[in-house]
């Protein structure tokens, strides 16, 4: 079974940066496409970025290009996700997805497994 588990959310001052992390246990990492994701209050879950199984391709939702970089270290069996020019309006619950794949997939629905998430509060 696929486990994974995400870290580094927390509050950040608008501007400020955050790096986050995507631990996966259970199998070989370099087998799953994963995604980003994140959820804030009263709104639907959105894909973010994602990334392809040797980490050679990645894609980035507009909101997000060129504040967000997503990265990968198959031999750690960790997900990054550095998150620079923070904005109020990225506070949310972020997740992390994978999906046994080459191929990196921006629909929510092609991931079937999934983390527990972590906050992000961007706020002066």
């Known amino acids: 079974q696929l486990q994974l588990v995400e870290s580094g959310g927390g509050l950040v001052q608008p501007g400020g940066s955050l790096r986050l992390s995507c631990a996966v246990s259970?199998?070989?990492?370099?087998?799953?496409?994963i995604g980003w994701f994140r959820q804030a209050p009263g709104k639907e879950r959105e894909v973010i970025s994602c990334?392809?199984?040797?980490?050679?391709?990645?894609n980035y939702a507009d909101s997000v290009k060129g504040r967000f970089t997503m990265s990968r270290d198959n031999d750690k069996n960790t997900v990054y996700l550095q998150m620079n020019s923070l904005k109020p309006e990225d506070t949310a619950v972020y997740l992390c997805?994978?999906?046994?794949?080459?191929?990196?997939?921006?629909?929510?629905?092609?991931?079937?497994?999934w983390g527990q998430g972590t906050q992000v509060t961007v706020s002066s």
């Open positions: 997805a994978a999906r046994r794949s080459t191929f990196c997939y921006s629909a929510t629905k092609a991931y079937d497994n």
């Open positions: 259970g199998s070989t990492l370099a087998n799953y496409a």
């Open positions: 990334i392809n199984s040797s980490g050679r391709s990645t």
